[in-house]
């Protein structure tokens, strides 16, 4: 399963050591450091999918291909017991989200291996394998039909709208310039994407044996999985927000069925707020989903509700507990459902029964954001009891693993043969108490390899964003990057961050960026100088979107950081509402107001109110091509410091939007810049 380069390195092909040589002595040299070439060797699990009869398990397996720069995902099978890994598709084309057939003799899956995306489906006893559809577009969201007949996918129709007014014909011959674009939408472009022209996702069925697909949905709203078929296999349930002022309503949708046959549309729930991945009880008695209050918080629990199977009578199951909940699936009895939730960092796999009673069965879901250490992570169970997760640790990503009978087993292995030949930094956690108001803070450090508490070391202080995310213990090779050239690296789940409850999030309301999380941020930084290895006149901060707007606002506050790293940032607030893709959102959820009515507020949380105190070094990245905190945010500041002859650079990313470590070269290149910013001027640097 590894690249080229892995080929290269065990014939030699590049000069590198595959293992660490022996010297003259007979002893053993140290294993060399995680380094860039590394990232392109690391792969991880995601999107475990076990068999019905609780079996096997299927994975898109994930590597980083050095030749094209991407990550490719390919499709592997493990018996549960650990037994019989082995590639089911593999090659330099990409395969996604496998789904077994409710009998487990079928798999569906997405590839476009002959061109663009489609729905294929394997048969496993023969490994034959169809192609299903021929479409125009990516679908998503697949889900076969309870009786196997039927797939289930969403995807996006284009809707064209007339020219406002209509063009002049031009003569035969004559070359003109591009035709005007019109705009009507209040969504009008999104990071990722770019501009869109207008369209609206819809569901659509196709024999699994291959055919038609039929649209079951209309009208110029957008339908969203994850999808559910009815018992018999009639009709599809799905979430979405039919209301004419569904463009401006943010936390609004409601669970509907569509007949397959018909396109008859019933709708099951019309409750205030959003109600997400319904899921028919197996005796099609009861429907669960996920509700989110429509409230102007920028923070919401998320609660998993049952009712009949007609939407009456609706129960949450969740409602004194202070965690959102997400991924629901019914055991097989029909008394219980399966969930996901984050706890203090650490992502579980939950039971609730129906009267409310909850257990954890499995803890350390993640290791699927291996470029810095976000809770990530998914599951899937065969309602009997068995489970198939990923999980990885501080020095491993994801790998596969299973809960059958109550006993949890890792069965892959994806990174053993890189990472046990290298030298790692360690991850610790920290707890300590902000400044501002004795607020509990968690927090981690990553100590270099051969780390000696009696040297003093740089410290880097890494802020996550969202700002409602969070990070956790788990592998990160940007901060293994960093550990591995010297630096101590501290990273915090600041207040506002999820995992630890609603009152926890809501302390960040109104307030980000603000001296609220920065007193949690240098609090922690404190924490880490008493402990007496980090040296107080080496100090540094970065950090990517929420964390770059706390990175920028920080050093308007403070001159101690030697230099800074602002990744990705708002500058601006009452210029990025008014630029960025999630406008709508943003005014209504972060602020107490849109920015003409609470301009002092916009600008009293924007760093470029600040820049008048800065004097840190700052380096500025940005991707060009950024809709969620455009690149227009970065120069502002950028120019700002110029003008004040701050010693600034500005990085741009080429054709990248808002995750520019998206490619392999990309995170190696957002790395490898920061660090020699901030060796540039470290104290006694190498």
Do not use: C
Request: net charge positive; glycine share 10%.
């Amino acid at each position: 399963m590894k690249n080229l380069l892995l080929a290269l390195l065990m014939t030699g092909g590049l000069g590198i050591p595959t293992a660490a040589p022996a010297l003259a002595d007979g002893t053993a040299a140290k294993p060399p450091l995680f380094s860039s070439r590394d990232v392109f060797e690391l792969e991880y699990a995601s999107d475990p999918r076990i068999s019905p009869d609780g079996q096997r398990i299927v994975y898109v397996r994930r590597a980083n291909d050095i030749m094209t720069d991407r990550t490719r995902g390919n499709l592997w099978i493990v018996d549960s017991d650990g037994t019989n890994h082995r590639p089911l598709l593999s090659g330099r084309a990409s395969y996604s989200s496998p789904r077994w057939s409710p009998d487990g003799r079928r798999l569906a899956y997405i590839s476009a291996a002959e061109g663009s995306p489609q729905l294929y489906v394997r048969w496993m006893d023969t490994g034959a394998t169809a192609l299903v559809t021929n479409l125009t577009e990516p679908p998503r969201d697949i889900a076969f039909s309870p009786d196997g007949k039927w797939l289930a996918f969403v995807m996006p129709v284009k809707a064209p709208r007339q020219p406002l007014a209509k063009a002049m014909k031009k003569p035969k011959g004559a070359k003109w310039a591009d035709p005007v674009k019109l705009i009507d939408t209040v969504i009008y472009r999104f990071d990722g994407r770019g501009f869109l022209e207008p369209a609206f996702n819809h569901v659509f069925v196709v024999p699994a044996d291959g055919g038609s697909p039929r649209r079951i949905t209309s009208g110029e709203f957008n339908h969203a999985g994850p999808l559910s078929w009815s018992g018999d296999s009639k009709k599809v349930l799905f979430s979405a927000n039919r209301h004419p002022d569904w463009q401006y309503e943010t936390i609004e949708s409601d669970i509907f069925a569509a007949d397959i046959d018909s396109g008859k549309l019933t709708q099951i729930t019309s409750l205030p707020g959003a109600e997400r991945n319904p899921t028919l009880s197996p005796d099609g008695k009861k429907i669960a989903w996920i509700a989110l209050e429509d409230t102007a918080l920028a923070y919401r629990t998320a609660r998993l509700v049952v009712a009949d199977a007609d939407g009456a009578n609706p129960k949450i199951l969740t409602a004194g507990f202070d965690r959102s909940v997400a991924d629901i699936h019914w055991k097989a009895d029909g008394k219980a459902l399966y969930f996901r939730y984050d706890d203090k960092a650490v992502r579980k796999i939950g039971q609730v029964t129906l009267k409310g009673r909850i257990t954890t069965l499995a803890s350390g879901i993640g290791g699927t954001s291996i470029g810095r250490p976000y809770l990530s992570g998914g599951y899937t169970a065969n309602g009997r009891g068995a489970l198939a997760f990923t999980a990885g640790t501080s020095s491993r990503p994801a790998d596969v693993h299973s809960l059958i009978g109550g006993k949890a087993r890792r069965l892959t292995d994806l990174n053993g043969d890189l990472l046990e030949g290298r030298n790692l930094g360690q991850v610790h956690e920290i707890g300590y108490k902000s400044s501002l108001d004795g607020t509990p803070v968690q927090g981690w450090y990553l100590t270099p390899p051969d780390f000696d508490p009696a040297k003093k070391y740089p410290l880097v202080l890494e802020i996550h964003g969202g700002p409602h995310a969070a990070y956790g213990a788990g592998f990160s090779a940007e901060m293994q990057l960093f550990a591995a050239k010297g630096y101590v690296v501290f990273y915090d789940n600041y207040r506002g961050s999820a995992s630890y409850g609603k009152k926890f999030a809501l302390l960040l309301q109104y307030k980000y960026a603000s001296p609220d999380d920065f007193a949690d941020h240098m609090s922690g930084v404190d924490a880490m100088i008493e402990k007496g290895f980090i040296d107080p006149d080496n100090l540094f901060v970065t950090g990517g979107s929420a964390g770059g707007i706390g990175a920028a606002y920080a050093i308007g506050l403070t001159t101690r950081f030697r230099a800074a790293a602002v990744i990705k940032p708002v500058i601006n607030w009452i210029s990025k509402t008014l630029t960025g893709d999630i406008y709508t959102y943003q005014i209504r959820h972060q602020f107490p107001g849109p920015p003409w009515e609470e301009f002092a507020h916009y600008w009293k949380r924007s760093p470029l109110s600040l820049v008048g105190h800065v004097t840190t070094p700052t380096l500025l990245m940005t991707g060009e091509e950024d809709y969620r905190t455009p690149i227009s945010e970065t120069e502002q500041f950028y120019q700002a410091l110029k003008l004040r002859r701050i010693d600034t650079v500005m990085i741009r990313v080429p054709g990248s939007g808002h995750g520019i470590a998206g490619r392999p070269s990309r995170l190696i290149a957002k790395v490898d810049n920061i660090l020699a910013w901030f060796d540039k001027y470290r104290s006694g640097a190498p």
